[in-house]
Nanobody
Framework: QVQLVESGGGLVQAGGSLRLSCAASGGTFSSNHIGWFRQTPGKERVFVAAISRTADITFYADSVKGRFTISKDNDENTAYLRMNSLKPEDTAVYYC????????????????????WGQGTQVTVSS
């Protein structure tokens, strides 16, 4: 069974940068498409970015396109989310997960297609 652990969150001023990590154990990481989602209190998790198993295809939510970059190192069993030009509205708990069912290129933004969620890492952007 795959286990994911997110890290790298913290408090940053608007305009700053952070790099989140998603470390995997168990399973075969190179076989997994990975997604990042975020959640604010009282709201559902929303899609942020996703990357294919071989890291050659990426998808982004419109709200982060051009500012965030997702990457995947299969040798290190780790996925990353580089976040630049952070805004207060990026404040959330960020989660990574494994895409589990369906066609990735059609369903990459659907939370229900993912499993093995990590515990999340808090990102707070001050204005």
């Amino acid at each position: 069974q795959v286990q994911l652990v997110e890290s790298g969150g913290g408090l940053v001023q608007a305009g700053g940068s952070l790099r989140l990590s998603c470390a995997a154990s168990g399973g075969t990481f190179s076989s997994n498409h990975i997604g990042w989602f975020r959640q604010t209190p009282g709201k559902e998790r929303v899609f942020v970015a996703a990357i294919s198993r071989t890291a050659d295809i990426t998808f982004y939510a419109d709200s982060v396109k051009g500012r965030f970059t997702i990457s995947k190192d299969n040798d290190e069993n780790t996925a990353y989310l580089r976040m630049n030009s952070l805004k207060p509205e990026d404040t959330a708990v960020y989660y990574c997960a494994v895409f589990w069912s369906g066609v990735f290129s059609y369903s990459y933004a659907r939370e229900g297609k993912y499993k093995y969620w990590g515990q999340g890492t808090q990102v707070t952007v001050s204005s």
